[in-house]
């Protein structure tokens, strides 16, 4: 008998901005990520004011799933997908952001796609904004800087959620919100919240504002779509990288506990609905004003979330004593007390590959907050060639046009694991496992196509060059027979 409850939502997961392409069709308008160029592994995207033609902008095509999306939803079904989590593209609806009226030829993409998707059993899984908003609200209004675009994303959410009431129940609010306190890589608070620091700034009081004025705009949502459509799940959804103690030095330990804080921030908001101790104590400190307006404290209580929807792709270690540069500690996380972890091997990336992670987050998470969670994402990006201890990896065809990637079902069968035990031996409420990247997609940190995630493979490269046909992995038929087999057959 399988581990895992029956209605246990097995997916894929994607988001508009990286799939979609499209970017000037059906009336959509700019978004904040389609004036990034495409960077690479050690170089950082460049945000540009506008479009500028000799440029390249790799989420202008993605994958050209707007122009394809009958056949790989059909692929999608063919692999057993229960759900397929992705994302509305905000500039659809509303290609400036600040319109009363919505573009309805989005509305209707929407439809027809959310349709194509019911029709094979599949449930739509949305998360409202994924690294992505109107161009035109961080230019104009400054993003989520600014109170007013709280109110215009409320309206956006309104708008979608009385559209789709009746063909999407699962929603996620903001993809990754705590990502932006990564106040080394200004890449995450233009793409999460369009927001460009000035010089002036008090950079730290300013990443407070706006995550104060999008906790508000999520809070805002949640309230307005219970009362659309009360059998609605909305969740939060965070980036969550564990950080281990290096030691059992107590130092060690507190410094983990204290930097933890960064990471449960966001979600202890949006779950209990009111800000946690260490936060106010630290507004008071630094006499930091976040923006906070009469009746926010109800908005907040009244805006928790029913779910934590969170990524997990690595661990990271701090040592209370260790001085690291800042790019050394960009991958993980900006912490600036990180080191590495003897035990754990390393993606390509230098991404720590750490399945036991998976359930110690689950546990601290469930244990937390109480309420039900769900991988929202998880994978494995493969390039390059094996290095000395065995490890990297390329997805090539072979002379019979397959691709044989065993690293990436090696990733996702020991990350699998670590979850059915985190269910079964620990009693987590988890509702489902949604495998980033379920089709290869352009990559979100470089803008890369060779950063490949996918159970299918897109014939695209870095350049853009490329038939787009699609071809399965080994990787898709063995998900499909864990997805039949509810997580028996791994
Ligand atoms: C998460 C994001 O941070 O990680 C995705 O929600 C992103 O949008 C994914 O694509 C993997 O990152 P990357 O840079 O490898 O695409």
Known sequence: MSKLPNDFLWGGALAANQFEGGYDQGGKGLSVIDV???????????????????????????????????????????????????????????????EVEPNEEGLQFYDDLFDELLKYKIQPVITLSHFEMPLHLAREYGGFRNRKVADFFAHFAETVFNRYKDKVKYWMTFNEINNQMDINNPIFLWTNSGVSLKEDDNKEEVLYQVAHNELIASAKAVKIGKEIN???????????????????????????????????????????????????????????????????????????????????????????????????????????????????????WGWAIDPVGLRYILNALYNRYQIPLFIVENGFGAVDEFDENGFGAVDEFDENGQIHDDYRVDYLREHIKAAIDAVDKDGVD???????????????????????????????????NGSLERTKKDSFDWYRNVIESNGEEL
């Not at 059909?74 to 609806?93: P, V, Y």
């Not at 496992?433 to 997609?441: E, K, V």
């Open 230 to 348: 009360p059998e609605f799940e909305i969740g939060a959804m965070i980036s969550h990288v564990p950080i281990y103690p290096y030691s059992c030095n107590p130092n060690d330990i507190m410094e983990a506990e204290v930097a933890s804080r960064m990471r449960f921030f966001f979600p202890d908001v949006h779950a209990r609905g009111y800000y946690p101790g260490y936060a106010t104590k630290m507004f008071e400190r630094e006499g930091f004003d976040i923006g906070w307006q009469e009746g926010d404290d109800e908005i907040l209580r009244d805006g928790k979330v029913d779910y934590i929807g969170f990524s997990y792709y690595m661990s990271t270690v701090v040592k209370h004593d260790n001085e690291a540069s800042v790019e050394d500690n960009i991958v993980n996380g900006g912490l600036p007390n990180s080191v590495d972890n003897p035990y754990i091997k390393k993606s390509d």
């Open 430 to 464: 988890l509702m489902g496992y949604t495998p980033w990247g379920i089709i290869d997609i352009v990559s979100f940190t470089t803008g890369e196509m060779k950063k490949r995630y996918g159970l299918i493979h897109v014939d695209r490269d870095n350049e853009g």
């Open 36 to 98: 990034m160029t495409a960077g690479a592994h050690g170089k950082a995207r460049e945000i540009t004011q506008d479009v500028e033609p000799d440029k390249y902008y790799p989420n202008h095509v993605g994958i050209d799933f707007y122009n394809r999306y009958k056949e790989d939803v059909k692929m999608f079904s063919d692999m057993g997908l229960k759900c397929l989590r992705t994302s509305i593209a905000w500039t659809r609806i509303f290609p400036k952001g600040d």
